[in-house]
């Protein structure tokens, strides 16, 4: 009897804690998009709200994106891509999705399929200034804004940006914290970008999945790790080309990630190995003296790359790099 009494009060509390979850007043604003250039789909968001990135954006390879907030029903993203992958649209997605939905007069959410089509529903209720607007391949949305002009800044800020998707997005973000943001300020963000096209392997579907929990000032620290983002796509291009025997567009890529990232000196240490085991001891040397500056440690990780056969057991090259 004792236990079946704490099995009910057990199931309570978790069925308050899921109404809970289905109710919670997420203030955002944020953006869907296709680019129809490349076919990528993407979302970006920014919260006063912990963890945002865990509730708010959605997406799949080949089938399309979704933000669900306002108070928050995180269904419509997992089921919204589920029907768009059935060859349902947006609009046919989110018609239905609303339609099935009692509290849909809060909801505030937006899709997009991997053709472009946008739909979008913000709520009756949805917490003042709350608001939307559709443009070609893209949607934005915001609730509980400072000003009602926060959508609209949005908006030109993508449609009058260059760059990739997520450029353009990461542009959107920042005019609307320009445009006053969040009412109740600022704590988490994040940005998703999927390829149009689904890859064999899933886990080469998504070119940026990042996410900032708690910070000050999460739009710079969202900006500044999809720098590093580009910075660690280049390394592992540049990784994929020297298992192919390919050095000079390995060299390429390894330099195109020293650039985004040259506060990390293990990017260049990867340049000046590739050069080193190619014959080009001559121009490693330097970088491989101001890599060691930066970072001692990476001497002895020369050494341990001989074993692993990325380096050639050649005791002099070795003598040399390591005198730097």
Request: glycine letters at 8%; a negative charge; proline letters at 5%.
């Amino acid at each position: 009897m004792k236990f079946s009494i704490q099995c009910i009060l057990i199931a309570l509390i978790l069925l308050v804690f899921s109404i809970a979850q289905d109710h919670r007043p997420i203030s955002t604003y944020s953006i869907v998009a296709y680019d129809e250039t490349t076919g990528e789909l993407g979302v970006a968001v920014q919260s006063h709200w912990f963890s945002v990135g865990a509730l708010v954006p959605w997406a799949k390879s080949g089938v399309g994106a979704v933000a669900t907030q306002s108070f928050v029903r995180v269904e419509y993203g997992p089921e919204g891509l589920e029907l768009m992958s059935k060859g349902h649209s947006a609009k046919e997605t989110l018609d239905f999705l609303v339609s099935q939905d009692e509290g849909r007069d809060v909801r505030q959410v937006a899709m997009v399929d991997v053709n472009g089509s946008v739909a979008i529903h913000t709520g009756k209720n949805c917490i003042a200034e709350a608001g939307h607007y559709q443009g070609k391949n893209f949607a934005v949305q915001a609730n509980i804004m400072e000003n009602p002009t926060v959508w609209g800044a949005m908006a030109k800020a993508f449609e009058t940006s260059s760059g990739d998707l997520a450029d353009r997005m990461m542009a959107a973000l920042e005019a609307a914290q320009a445009e006053g943001g969040d009412l109740r300020g600022r704590q988490s963000a994040a940005l998703l970008v999927v390829k149009g096209t689904p890859e064999e392997n899933p886990w080469d579907n998504k070119l940026f999945d990042l996410r900032i929990e708690d910070h000050p000032e999460p739009l710079k620290e969202l900006k500044r790790l999809i720098r590093i983002n580009r910075a660690y796509i280049h390394a592992n291009n540049g990784d994929l080309y020297l298992e192919e025997g390919m050095t000079k567009e390995a060299l390429d890529e390894y330099s195109k990630a020293a650039n985004y990232y040259p506060e990390n000196p293990e990017l260049p240490f990867w340049t000046a190995v590739t050069l080193a085991g190619s014959g080009k001891l001559d121009t490693a040397l330097p970088i491989f003296a101001d890599v060691f500056a930066k970072d001692p440690k990476l001497r002895i990780l020369v050494k341990r790359l001989v074993p692993a056969g990325i380096l050639p057991d050649d005791k002099d090259l070795i003598d040399k790099i390591l005198k730097q």
